[in-house]
């Protein structure tokens, strides 16, 4: 088994190293993990490719390399660049550092890099560690997401998902914010959404009075909803959510036929 794995934290984040674990547990010995991530953190790019400029990539050790682009770049150069056109056996995304439940889901080059796996034909997987009072200040704040990242992804593998549609299924996956031995099991969820919470903005005035913009997040606490992503985690369990990239509105194509 090959395993190409990527993030959104950047080369040298922790999380990166908790899922290289996770796909050499996932490989066995006689396997291979490819690394291609980000040379500095690409947080919230979501799905963007760098189509206008090109990427610089480094080799830094064997089977390690760093691309100055986002996830999904790393992906494209993962596949086409580093392993020559041979499709790897899985992509990994993660561990991210923070939640990709609920609406941050739309926002996170972590999915973006497991999206772009699933658009080049390869089952892909977005591992995310959600942060809070219980696991904020543990000695290893990953614990959750280390401790049950293999098992929950073999899971999903034996589960032999047929998958035979134009916009191949990715998963994203959420580990909840509390200590390994806290965690009560897996729910499928769908996406949430925590009502009230929204991105914004904030503005600062530097030393030279130039004025700044600070991009701010939203109360993570927020229930989303019963059966989805973020409650489930607020409630202690892991949750997989099966995703697509296609983002039609299924629900509304009947009710809008009157226009044509």
Known sequence: MRILITNDDGINAPG?????????????????????????????VGHCISYTHPTMIAKLGERRFAAEG???????AGIHDVLNGEKPDLILSGVNRGNNSAENTMYSGTIGGAMEGALQGVPSFALSQYYGPRNL???DSFEASAHFGVDVIRKILAANMEDNQNYRLFYNINFPPI???EVKGIK????????????????????GRRRFLWVTGGDQSVPSGEGSDAQANLNDYISVTPMRADLTAHDALEALKVIE
């Open 179 to 181: 200590p390994a031995n």
């Open 137 to 139: 200040d543990l000695e």
């Open 188 to 207: 499928v969820a769908t996406q949430g959404r925590r009502q009230g919470v929204n991105f914004a903005v904030k503005a600062e005035t530097s030393p």
């Open 16 to 44: 990166l190293s908790v899922m290289e674990k996770i796909a050499t547990d996932l490989v066995g010995p006689d396997g291979e993990v490819w690394t291609v991530a980000p040379a500095f953190e690409q947080s919230g």
């Open 70 to 76: 986002s996830p999904a770049d790393c992906v494209l």
